[in-house]
């Protein structure tokens, strides 16, 4: 059964650093990993998706990296904003035919000014 | 839509009534997914609906759980006889499945359920 655990569970930082999160998972048989932002009260809002074939993936001060060799992926996080405050989830699917995501439990990150 | 919908947004309910929660994909969406999120848990998977092929049920915690699909666009996921460990958030999410794309799944904003 595929495992998925982030670290740190949360963490506080000033505004400005640069940062990492971790994930890891059991099973290195995986057709993708996904990050996800989850604001309070709301949904989550994909941030990155890496194909297994892919090493990494950016987007503006995002970068996600995948070892599937490891189980391993981290996102980095460049110039930290307060706006960048929510909890940040990793997800692990087995195939685009076969479905489901498997989850972390979350980051929870704050930025204060 | 411009985005996957659920409602009711919030739904309370006393313990042993039916709750139906609705979702409604992003319109060519193939895939259909249903997730709950316990207080404090990641999310859990529920059920998982692919075009005309039979769901994936294995996440469903008991027969009490079901949830159906309208060909390709709105899904119901019913509870029947609630119980207070069914107080949850239960998300839907949809995806575009086929060799071509990058099979991102998109959530909606959440049903909150709270079972009194």
């Known amino acids: 059964k595929q495992e998925v655990t982030q670290i740190p569970a949360a963490l506080s930082v000033p505004e400005g650093e640069n940062l990492v999160l971790n994930c890891s998972f059991t099973?290195?048989?995986?057709?993708?990993l996904q990050w996800f932002r989850q604001d309070p009260g709301k949904g989550l809002t994909s941030l990155l998706l890496?194909?297994?074939?892919?090493r990494e993936q950016t987007s503006g001060r995002l970068n996600a990296s995948l070892d599937k060799s490891s189980g391993r992926s981290t996102l980095y996080i460049a110039a930290s904003q307060p706006g960048d405050s929510a909890t940040y989830l990793c997800?692990?699917?087995?195939?685009?035919?076969?479905?489901?995501?498997?989850f972390g439990r979350g980051t929870q990150l704050t930025v204060w000014p | 839509g411009a985005g996957v919908s659920q409602s009711p947004s919030n739904k309370v309910t006393e313990k042993g009534k039916d709750v139906e929660l609705r979702c409604d994909p992003i319109?060519?969406?193939?895939?259909l997914y249903w997730y709950r999120q316990r207080l404090g848990q990641g999310l859990e998977f529920l059920i998982y609906?692919?075009?005309?092929?039979?769901?994936?049920k294995s996440g469903l915690p008991s027969d009490r759980f079901s949830a159906e699909r309208t060909g390709e666009s709105v899904s119901t996921l019913t509870i029947q006889r609630t119980q207070q460990e069914d107080s949850a958030v239960y998300l839907c999410?949809?995806?575009?499945?086929?060799?071509?794309?990058?099979?991102?799944?998109?959530f909606g904003p959440g049903t909150r359920l709270t079972v009194l």
């Open positions: 997800a692990v699917g087995r195939g685009s035919t076969l479905g489901r995501l498997y």
């Open positions: 319109s060519g969406h193939t895939a």
């Open positions: 890496i194909q297994s074939s892919q």
């Open positions: 099973d290195s048989a995986i057709y993708n």
């Open positions: 999410a949809s995806s575009l499945v086929s060799p071509r794309s990058t099979d991102t799944q998109y």
């Open positions: 609906f692919q075009g005309n092929s039979a769901p994936d």
